[in-house]
């Protein structure tokens, strides 16, 4: 079946615009996260839905970074005037469920470039 | 806060088993050990976990110390496309609030 999609692949901004990331998450899946990587480095968490409990975004770096997501179906994560320090990898990734028995399954990234 | 330490790179001979370590001293009664691993460019891509029996997949084996403190992690035969970043996580049973993947081991398999 299809995996974790995401859009764009890449994506080249100017600083103090505003940009919208894209993530489908597989079918079924209640949990949905958002990662950003930066260059040569780990995943860092930004944020956590569950199904309709509210979302844990204790890990958004600044309040220009916000997310949404629709149910149990596509989020999205919006960066306000960004900054050339938001230049990194976005990761969305799926699951099952928000247990450790189950896997989270990673979409291919959002590469953003902040110029 | 890394709950997990891990070697920053490691090397292995084509064929031969990569045995890649994982310290979680601090590691918790509800907290499982997950592996991961990232091939250049690509998302992270799951592998085992364990809460402390060893574990056997097709990809790999985990195994588990008594005191669950460390883990190693076992690709019999590792071939150039297990090239990766390897994560080692701890993960509570419920609630994915502080999820961490650290550096990771960068494993490179060589002809």
């Known amino acids: 079946g299809a995996g974790v ?10 600083k103090g615009k505003d940009v919208e990331l894209r993530c489908d998450p597989i079918s079924g899946h209640t949990a949905l996260y958002w990662y950003r990587q930066r260059l040569g480095q780990g995943l860092e968490f930004l944020i956590y839905f569950q199904g309709n409990s509210a979302p844990d975004k204790s890990g958004l770096p600044s ?22 320090e938001d230049s990194a990898v976005y990761l969305c990734a799926s699951s ?9 399954y990673f979409g291919p990234g959002t590469r953003l470039t902040v110029t | 806060d890394a709950k997990t330490t891990q070697p920053t790179s490691m090397d292995c001979a084509e064929g031969r088993a990569a045995n890649l370590p994982c310290n979680h001293s601090t590691i918790s ?30 990809m790999a084996s985990l195994i588990i110390t008594e005191d669950r403190k460390s883990s190693t992690l076992i690709l019999p035969h590792a071939t150039l496309r297990d090239t990766a970043v390897y994560y080692c996580i701890v993960r509570p049973q419920t609630g994915a609030n502080n999820l961490f ?6 494993l490179t398999v060589i002809p």
């Open chain 2, 29 to 58: 009664g509800n907290e499982y050990v997950y592996w991961y691993r990232q091939i250049h460019s690509q998302g992270p891509q799951y592998i085992i976990h364990g809460l402390k029996n060893n574990e056997t997949n097709e």
């Open chain 1, 63 to 84: 309040d220009r970074f916000s997310a949404e997501r629709t149910g149990e179906s596509v989020s999205t994560l919006t960066i306000q005037r960004t900054q050339q």
């Open chain 2, 101 to 106: 993947f650290g550096t990771g081991t960068r």
């Open chain 1, 96 to 104: 099952q469920a928000d247990l450790s028995s189950y896997e989270q």
């Open chain 1, 5 to 14: 999609s995401q859009s764009p692949s890449n994506k080249v901004t100017e």
